[in-house]
C-alpha cells in the first residue's frame, strides 16, 4: 500500500509540481520573495524525498517488518528524516500563508493548490508509517 500508492503518487506529482514551479514567472509578483524561498525549498526537498523513498524501499521496509524489539535503534535514521520532512512541510505551509495565494494570477494558485495538496498526502503518509509501520517495532 505504501509503496504502490503513496511513493506512487509521490513519483508522480514531484515532476509535476517542479513543473508548475519552474513555469511560474515571478517577476513583479506580489509575495515574489516568499514564492523565491518556497521553489528553493521545494527542489532539493523533493530530490531528497525521491532518494528516501527509494531508501525507504530497497533498505528500510524489509528491516521493519522483521524488527525486534532490541532493534528499535537501528531505525533511528528513518524517524530522523520523518521529523525533517515534517520541518519543510511546516516552513513551506509558514511561507505560503496556508497554501492561500493572495496574489490573483492563476498559475501561482494552481501552484500552491498542487503544493498543498502534495503537503497533505505526505504528512499523511509520515502519519500511516508512524501508526502503522514503526508500531511494528515495538
Do not use: M
Not at 514531484?14 to 513543473?19: R, S
Not at 511546516?90 to 501561482?108: I, M
Request: glycine content about 2%.
Amino acid at each position: 500500500y505504501l509503496i504502490k500508492i503513496h511513493h506512487a503518487y509521490f513519483r508522480e506529482k514531484i515532476p509535476e509540481l517542479l513543473k508548475q514551479a519552474d513555469s511560474i514567472t515571478i517577476q513583479d509578483k506580489p509575495g515574489k520573495d516568499n514564492l523565491e524561498k518556497v521553489i528553493a525549498l521545494l527542489k532539493p526537498f523533493t530530490k531528497e524525498l525521491l532518494a528516501h523513498l527509494k531508501e525507504e524501499e530497497i533498505n528500510w521496509f524489509p528491516v521493519i517488518l522483521n524488527v525486534k524489539p532490541t532493534e528499535q535503534e537501528s531505525l533511528k535514521p528513518v524517524h530522523v528524516e520523518h521529523e525533517e520532512a515534517e520541518g519543510v512541510l511546516k516552513e513551506l505551509n509558514r511561507l505560503c500563508n496556508g497554501f492561500t495565494s493572495e496574489v490573483e494570477n492563476k498559475e501561482v494558485k494552481e501552484f500552491y493548490a498542487l503544493l498543498h495538496e502534495f503537503s497533505n498526502r505526505l504528512y499523511f503518509h509520515i502519519h500511516i508509517e508512524k501508526k502503522y509501520l514503526f508500531t511494528r517495532e515495538k
